[in-house]
């Protein structure tokens, strides 16, 4: 290592040492040589070839300004645990079957879209962790199914109190403000966004997400995650 490499250079390539030499271990089960076994992804690819829409027994409504949402597996067992351990233990191998995941899920129930557009962190989420899970997440899917991702909405600190605002402007302040970036505007604008997330739980930020896309312009907005919390 030279002496003037940053630290976040060091640390990437000791991870990436760390790649090679340790053999991953499958969050889901503990079992070592592979970063996700075959029975741990049984439960990821549970809805694959399942019709598209909520199934009976889920709240069905859709989150304001979704036109459509589609998920992989519940938020449970081998599903959370992979989640858990690519968000907070960096274990990035994991970024590929569960993006492969979301794109064989879309691939199979997709009404539309154009683009893929992650949910955004944090700044200072994104400092601490280093990546945003679900703007990786997007880029194997997009990467499977042929579409661009779109790196394009900001979240921001809420700063108003919900009841101070009316009915959208609360929708749009719920779990922190959402914007679209100003440079990346043109790429949105009358194109059909597909919001990726690694979990989706109440929808409200899927709905805040949409309300900014709708107002830079966006044409319809669906939304694709990892899994769904009930
Ligand atoms: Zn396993």
Known sequence: MEPSASTSHHDATMRAVFDVVLPPVCPGCGREGEVLCSSCLVPLR???????????GLPGDLPTGIVQLEWCGAFTGP?????????YEGERRLEAPLGQALAERWRRVAAGGDVLVPVPIHAAKLRERGFNQAH?????????????????????????????????????????AFAVRRDLRDQLRGRWAV???????????????????????????????VARER
């Open 136 to 176: 990786s997440l997007a880029r194997v899917a997009g990467h499977g199914l042929g579409l661009p991702v779109v790196g394009g909405l900001e979240r921001r600190e809420a700063t108003v109190a919900q009841h101070a605002l009316g009915r959208g402007a609360r929708a749009r302040n719920v779990g922190g």
């Open 195 to 225: 919001l990726v997330d690694d979990v989706v739980t109440t929808g409200a930020t899927l709905a805040g997400c949409a309300a900014a896309l709708e107002g830079a312009g966006v044409l319809a907005v669906s939304a694709l995650a």
């Open 79 to 87: 599903v959370r645990a992979a989640l858990h351990a690519l968000k």
């Open 46 to 56: 549970r809805r694959v070839n399942e019709p598209p829409g909520i199934p009976l």
